[in-house]
């Protein structure tokens, strides 16, 4: 029932102009028609990839550099994604640097988000290991800049996008009519969303004692009511607020987890080596996402990478990030691995 639904849904939003486009439909308008999003995975053999070498960036996280933790098998970093109707272009990073002077990129999300900025700083910096690179922290954002290429790529940690305060006795309130950091944003000449993992959260992870909701104040609801209420606030924040002639906006769809046995058949991600052969799971936080952005005036483009990424099981840290046996991942990506690919289809679509 639900895949009936969710092919309903996408052929409803295809066949309808609308104003929020997302990013299937400007594919056939900036790169010849060709659906960047639907193709498949193949192990390539020439030198091409993986696209860096994971040693050469000092800065990338402990739970994503798998190698480094001890990962014994290196297969899953030799496939690329081949589009059906054409090829994905090959990624420059000199170009890229220059297609950004004097410009700044911000990613806004969780550490999925992370996992993509650091993936796109180490892809830059291996192409150019000489040129200097200055990496800060102020406060909640993370700052990478090239002074050679006068470019900055920033990391603004903010899972939910709406707020969570803090009252005077200690309890904490998710606001979800609330964009405090949204002055931030605005400044940016391109940003990169994404909001969906810690929606999932329960107990002890819960990061939120009370919700706020306009009026009403409750202590909890169904997860994917909090969340599309939540992205309603940010794209009315869009609408209202950004000029996207200046400003390019991406939100990225939903980063597929394979934690739960006998999803996408796989039982989670250790021991897996190769992509899945197929995948069914069906994503309804991804249609939620979609549902709120056909809804928008302004333009926001998805960056579609749920579906590709879920053939991709062996894409994770599994038991060689963090946590090693003790705190399985299933849910974050190697890098050098899949994140490269996003930022590939990043690169292209910025034209």
């Known amino acids: 029932m639900k895949i009936m639904f969710s092919l309903f849904f ?4 295809l066949s309808n102009n609308v ?8 594919n056939q308008l900036e790169i010849n028609g060709c659906d960047l999003f639907q193709g498949r995975w193949i192990y390539d053999n020439d030198d091409d990839y993986p696209l860096y070498d994971s040693s050469i ?6 739970q994503f550099d798998c190698l480094k933790n001890g990962r014994p098998d290196a297969d899953y970093l030799k496939y690329r994604w081949q589009p059906n109707e054409c090829n994905l272009p090959r990624f420059n990073a000199i170009e890229f640097q220059n297609k950004l002077r004097g410009k700044q990129m911000m990613f806004v999300g969780d550490s999925i988000s992370l996992n993509q900025w650091q993936s796109l700083t180490c892809m830059l910096h291996a192409a150019d290991p000489q040129a200097k690179y200055i990496s800060k922290r102020i406060g909640g954002t993370s700052i990478f800049t090239f002074p050679k290429y006068n470019t900055s790529y920033l990391m603004y940690r903010n899972a939910f996008l709406v707020d969570i305060t803090m009252q005077n006795n200690g309890t904490r309130v998710l606001e979800l009519d609330s964009l405090s950091s949204a002055d931030q944003w605005k400044q940016m000449d391109v940003l990169i969303f994404d909001s969906w993992h810690w929606w999932l959260h329960t107990g002890r992870k819960q990061p939120w004692d009370l919700v706020q909701d306009g ?4 202590a909890d609801a169904p997860r994917l009511a909090l969340y599309e209420k939540a992205l309603t606030t ?4 869009v609408d209202s607020e950004v000029d996207t002639t200046k400003t390019k906006i991406f939100f990225q769809g939903v980063s597929p987890d394979h ?4 999803s996408s058949g796989s039982n989670t991600c250790q021991g897996v080596t190769q992509p899945l052969a197929s995948t069914e799971r069906v994503h309804e ?11 928008m005036d302004k333009s926001v483009y998805l960056l579609n990478i749920t579906k590709l990424s879920q053939y991709r099981a062996d894409g994770h840290p599994s038991v060689f990030g963090h946590g090693g046996h003790r705190d399985l991942d299933c849910t974050h990506w ?3 691995g899949v994140v490269d690919t996003w930022n590939l289809l990043l690169s292209a679509l910025l034209g």
């Open 57 to 62: 960036c000092p800065f990338i996280e402990k």
């Open 10 to 13: 996408l052929l409803f939003m």
């Open 215 to 218: 009026n009403s104040t409750y």
């Open 234 to 237: 940010w794209a009315k924040w």
């Open 334 to 336: 190697c890098l050098a």
């Open 19 to 26: 104003h929020g486009k997302l990013m299937n439909d400007v």
């Open 259 to 262: 934690d739960n046995p006998g």
């Open 285 to 295: 936080e991804e249609l939620v996402l979609e549902k709120v952005l056909k809804g």
